[in-house]
Nanobody, 121 residues
Framework: QVQLVESGGGLVQAGGSLSLYCAAS????????MAWYRQRPGTQRELVAI???????KYADSVKGRFTISRDNAMNTVDLQMSSLQPEDTAVYHC???????????????WGQGTQVTVSS
């Protein structure tokens, strides 16, 4: 089994910065896409940023220019650097990975348990 463990959430004032970290462990042959999603109160989970194995990235319009996603393929980690945070960024942030477990290409989508980010005004 594969687990994703997030860390780095917390409370920050508007305009501040936070970094989120996610590490994958378990039966991993390869990780394809890795991403960060968030779920704000009363809303559906939404994509924040995604990064392919080759480093290609895509961001939600609301975070472009403020957030940066990066990954380390050797360490099976994905990070999210967040700056100029605003109260509307308050959410539970979830790590995501599309994992291949073995050479037979078994695997699937894995989610982390989530980490709370709260931005005060």
């Amino acid at each position: 089994q594969v687990q994703l463990v997030e860390s780095g959430g917390g409370l920050v004032q508007a305009g501040g910065s936070l970094s989120l970290y996610c590490a994958a462990s378990g039966s991993i042959f390869r990780i394809n896409d890795m991403a960060w999603y968030r779920q704000r109160p009363g809303t559906q989970r939404e994509l924040v940023a995604i990064i392919g194995r080759n480093g290609g990235t895509k961001y939600a319009d609301s975070v472009k220019g403020r957030f940066t996603i990066s990954r380390d393929n050797a360490m099976n980690t994905v990070d999210l650097q967040m700056s100029s945070l605003q109260p509307e960024d308050t959410a539970v942030y979830h790590c995501f990975a599309n994992v291949v477990n073995d050479v037979h290409l078994n695997g699937g989508d894995i989610w982390g348990q989530g980490t709370q980010v709260t931005v005060s005004s």
